[in-house]
């Protein structure tokens, strides 16, 4: 406790170079912490998502990874047609072909996300629970039904017109309640409109619907072996194929945050280092008294970790508010918080602060420690 107060009481007699000091750590360690954030909102996000839709298996091309947003259309009706017998003669309940289609910019103010199904399909079929609360669920040959937070960002409702291209027009004949998951983005229609845009007869994905107690895995292992070209995913392939997307991220993330945190650290290894200078004399004193060096070393390594420790909590802190902003904006857009501050990453924030305080402290607590006597009790 006495070494404790003791760096304290040297840290609060430079205010103002501890206070810069702080600020450093706490910007550097904000900016890891929301960067590091997007991962573990998507994260939640998507296995939210995940277990609100309905089918079990996602057939996609040979060679796609992942998920059937955006990329061209590239399974043909005849793969589809030999797909659902194969499907139907393992258990399944039914096939669903679907087409996407992306239009607009990268801001989600700007942006259509349309999903295509078969004519008299609703699309509460991939997605249980859905409910109309203006006008139809399932649109008709023309038309088109909107989700809940894409007819709020644009504007539109009952009777308004979709332009998809200079020929094809769809009618907005429903909006969907809010669900809060990823159909209040998208726009429902029958696949014709779609496929007329992309110049093609193919599908986006196909959708295997399985009754209770049949096992996805063989199922799609099975499909596979029955069909060319199609890959077969089960849910847990897609969770699996998104946690791996997102650890790349986060490494990517990780990286750049690295700058910040170098700087930070750099400011603490200067803020300790100065300290160390000036006190060349308070330490030969100590030192005379009958302080051991190991004292001083712990003195100075805990004034470096104090700085860390304090701006990593202000980091995280900061972190946290920044991300709750963050899904203000998201959630308003999207309606999706699409930004987390979970407890592991709290800890691996503050760790991160504390090795930092640590790798910056070494150096100038072992200059000190090893200060001979004589030498530091000359110094003016």
Same mark, same amino acid.
């Given at each position: 406790?006495?070494?404790l107060?003791?760096?304290?009481?040297?840290?609060?007699?430079r205010?103002v170079?501890?206070l810069?000091?702080?600020l450093?750590?706490?910007?550097?360690?904000?900016?890891?912490?929301? +960067?590091l954030s997007?991962g /573990?909102?998507?994260?939640?996000?998507? +296995?939210? /998502?995940?277990?609100?839709?309905?089918?079990a298996?996602q057939?996609l091309?040979?060679g796609?990874e992942?998920?059937?947003?955006?990329?061209?259309?590239?399974?043909?009706?005849?793969?589809?047609?030999?797909?659902?017998?194969?499907?139907?003669?393992?258990?399944?309940?039914g096939?669903?072909p679907?087409?996407?289609?992306?239009?607009?910019?990268?801001?989600?103010?700007?942006?259509?996300l349309?999903?295509?199904?078969?004519e008299g399909?609703?699309?509460?079929?991939?997605?249980?629970g859905?409910?109309?609360?203006?006008g139809s $669920?399932v649109?008709?040959?023309r038309?088109?039904v909107?989700?809940a937070?894409?007819?709020e960002?644009?504007?539109l409702?009952l009777?308004a017109?979709?332009r998809?291209?200079?020929?094809?027009?769809?009618k907005?004949?429903?909006v969907l309640a809010p669900?809060?998951g990823?159909?209040?983005?998208?726009?429902f229609?029958?696949?014709g409109?779609?496929?007329?845009?992309?110049g093609t007869?193919?599908?986006?994905?196909l959708f295997?619907?399985l009754?209770p107690?049949l096992?996805?895995?063989?199922?799609a292992?099975a499909l596979?072996a029955?069909?060319?070209?199609?890959k077969?995913e089960?849910?847990?392939?897609?969770l699996?194929?998104?946690?791996?997307a997102?650890?790349?991220?986060?490494?990517?993330?990780?990286?750049?945050?690295?700058?910040?945190?170098?700087?930070?650290g750099?400011?603490?290894?200067?803020?300790?280092?100065m300290s160390?200078?000036?006190?060349?004399?308070? +330490?030969?004193?100590m030192r005379a $008294?009958?302080?051991r060096?190991? +004292?001083?070393?712990?003195?100075?390594?805990?004034?470096?970790l104090?700085?860390? $420790?304090?701006?990593?909590?202000g980091g995280?802190?900061l972190g946290?508010?920044g991300?709750?902003?963050?899904?203000?904006y998201t959630?308003?857009?999207?309606?999706?918080a699409?930004?987390a501050?979970?407890?592991r990453?709290?800890?691996?924030?503050?760790?991160?602060?504390l090795?930092?305080g640590?790798?910056?402290?070494?150096?100038?607590?072992?200059?000190?420690s090893?200060l001979?006597?004589?030498?530091?009790l000359?110094?003016?």
């Amino acid at each position: 406790m006495d070494l404790l107060l003791l760096a304290l009481k040297n840290l609060l007699a430079r205010p103002v170079r501890s206070l810069l000091t702080l600020l450093g750590v706490l910007v550097a360690t904000a900016s890891m912490v929301l +960067f590091l954030s997007f991962g /573990e909102g998507l994260r939640r996000a998507l +296995f939210q /998502e995940l277990s609100r839709v309905g089918p079990a298996l996602q057939v996609l091309p040979e060679g796609v990874e992942g998920f059937a947003f955006g990329g061209y259309p590239g399974i043909t009706p005849e793969q589809a047609r030999a797909l659902e017998e194969a499907a139907r003669a393992l258990g399944a309940t039914g096939v669903i072909p679907s087409v996407f289609l992306v239009r607009g910019g990268f801001d989600p103010g700007t942006s259509f996300l349309f999903q295509g199904l078969p004519e008299g399909v609703s699309p509460e079929a991939l997605y249980p629970g859905l409910e109309a609360a203006q006008g139809s $669920l399932v649109p008709s040959p023309r038309g088109a039904v909107l989700g809940a937070k894409v007819a709020e960002r644009q504007g539109l409702s009952l009777g308004a017109s979709l332009r998809l291209s200079p020929e094809v027009r769809l009618k907005v004949e429903g909006v969907l309640a809010p669900t809060g998951g990823l159909a209040d983005n998208l726009i429902f229609t029958p696949l014709g409109p779609l496929q007329k845009v992309l110049g093609t007869e193919n599908y986006s994905a196909l959708f295997v619907l399985l009754p209770p107690g049949l096992e996805a895995e063989g199922v799609a292992r099975a499909l596979e072996a029955r069909v060319e070209g199609l890959k077969v995913e089960t849910q847990g392939e897609v969770l699996r194929f998104a946690e791996r997307a997102l650890r790349i991220s986060d490494l990517v993330r990780f990286g750049i945050s690295l700058v910040a945190l170098f700087v930070g650290g750099l400011l603490v290894a200067n803020t300790v280092m100065m300290s160390v200078y000036e006190r060349i004399r308070e +330490f030969g004193v100590m030192r005379a $008294l009958g302080a051991r060096r190991a +004292f001083i070393f712990r003195l100075v390594l805990l004034e470096a970790l104090l700085l860390a $420790l304090l701006g990593g909590v202000g980091g995280l802190l900061l972190g946290a508010v920044g991300s709750s902003a963050i899904n203000l904006y998201t959630q308003g857009e999207v309606g999706l918080a699409l930004s987390a501050v979970t407890p592991r990453l709290a800890l691996f924030s503050l760790g991160v602060a504390l090795a930092l305080g640590l790798l910056s402290g070494l150096l100038p607590a072992q200059m000190a420690s090893r200060l001979p006597v004589v030498e530091a009790l000359g110094r003016a």
